[in-house]
């Protein structure tokens, strides 16, 4: 068994755990308890139950925990979490997938106080005749998390991912791609957040937060810039930091995931800029996605997505794969690149022990 398919049997044994079909021991390994609780998953979720996991159903499983973890405290699903349990929540989001709203809590009424009546001397408004409306709007941020919740219902109402060799739309096979490798980053950083002593989890934010600001300077001009400038820059920067590399990359694989968990979309592209500037470049996929979708930063045009792209599937190619970056992975992301047309600080990184190599 590769090391990357036990770590993801990993990720799905901790996940059925958390929802309360016990497989016991988080080890890798796929044996009978795991199949059986795998086939009650299967069972409550309305899927064939065969005790093997397909694409679709482990991608549903595995960012329905991620998703518990950053949610299940948020109204309404702190409240079905109280009363229904881990499953009933699991159940809400498969509800959810399926079309099927979640109720909402119910907001107290306020009672909006009457306007006093106008005054004799009050000048009435005149209606603004001939002229342009002044409106000012506030720009709001892209949510990966609503875009990989969208992504996962169109997946699932297609029966499955798209496979490398049956890529029809590549923007939504791309898509789908983003939305694996943002879960395996979530996956990674909270295995590696495990070993992090004496930090909570506020600490941990506020340091990938520093983290976001210190890399602010690499991110200028991203858009428009060659992963070539963009990684020689970070790298210079990096390498004065005074920071162990190894520290630094397992601080990247963190805020990485934490950007995700908490929709933070510039704290996840500044951590895979940092890691792809520390050598990892792998995680130019992750780049590329942002660059693409106008996650984090401007979205760019297509060849310089295309570039970071092109970079990640190199590096995985020569086995230097991240984020779960299988096989069937890089020909799904290969196949779809060629469907994509090309157009012409004073903070503080953070300082996360190293997590060694193989782990």
């Not at 086939?39 to 694409?55: E, F, H, K, V």
């Not at 000012?136 to 998390?145: D, L, V």
């Not at 470049?281 to 979205?299: C, D, N, P």
């Not at 310089?304 to 991240?322: D, K, L």
Request: net charge negative.
């Amino acid at each position: 068994m590769s090391a990357a398919q036990r770590e993801q049997n990993r990720n799905v044994q901790s996940a059925l755990n958390y929802f309360g079909y016990n497989v016991g021991t988080v080890d890798g390994s796929i044996g009978r308890k795991t199949r059986a609780g795998i086939s009650n998953y299967q069972s409550d979720m309305g899927y064939s139950i065969d005790g093997r996991l397909d694409d679709a159903e482990r991608s549903f499983l595995l960012n329905s925990h991620h998703r518990a973890q950053a949610s299940a405290h948020v109204a309404p699903y702190n409240q079905i979490l109280a009363s229904q349990g881990q499953q009933g929540l699991l159940r809400t989001y498969r509800d959810e997938q399926l079309g099927i709203p979640t109720p909402q809590v119910q907001q107290p009424q306020v009672q909006q106080a009457t306007a006093p009546a106008p005054t004799q001397n009050t000048v009435p408004a005149r209606a603004n005749t001939g002229a342009l409306p002044d409106f000012t709007f506030g720009e709001q941020t892209r949510s990966a998390n609503e875009h990989c919740n969208e992504i996962n219902v169109l997946t699932a109402a297609n029966g499955g991912l798209t496979a490398g060799g049956n890529v029809a739309d590549a923007e939504f096979a791309l898509n789908e791609q983003f939305c694996l490798a943002r879960t395996q980053a979530m996956a990674e950083s909270s295995r590696i957040e495990a070993t992090i002593p004496n930090l909570s989890a506020p600490q941990i934010e506020a340091q990938c937060q520093g983290l976001t600001q210190a890399m602010a300077p690499q991110m200028v001009g991203i858009d428009s810039k060659s992963p070539s400038e963009v990684i020689a820059d970070g790298s210079s920067f990096l390498r004065n930091s005074g920071k162990p590399m190894d520290q630094l990359v397992s601080g990247g694989k963190v805020c990485l995931g934490v950007g995700y968990r908490t929709d933070d979309a510039e704290m996840a592209m500044a951590s895979g800029v940092l890691l792809a500037s520390a050598g990892q470049l792998g995680y130019g996929e992750i780049v590329s996605h942002h660059l693409r979708e106008g996650f984090g930063a401007a979205k760019g045009p297509a060849n310089v997505a295309s570039e970071w792209m092109r970079m990640a599937i190199n590096a995985a190619q020569s086995g230097a794969t991240v984020l779960g970056q299988t096989p069937d992975r890089i020909a799904v992301l290969s196949a779809a690149m060629t469907g994509v047309p090309a157009q012409t600080g004073t903070a503080a990184l953070p300082a996360f022990p190293a997590v060694p190599t193989g782990n």
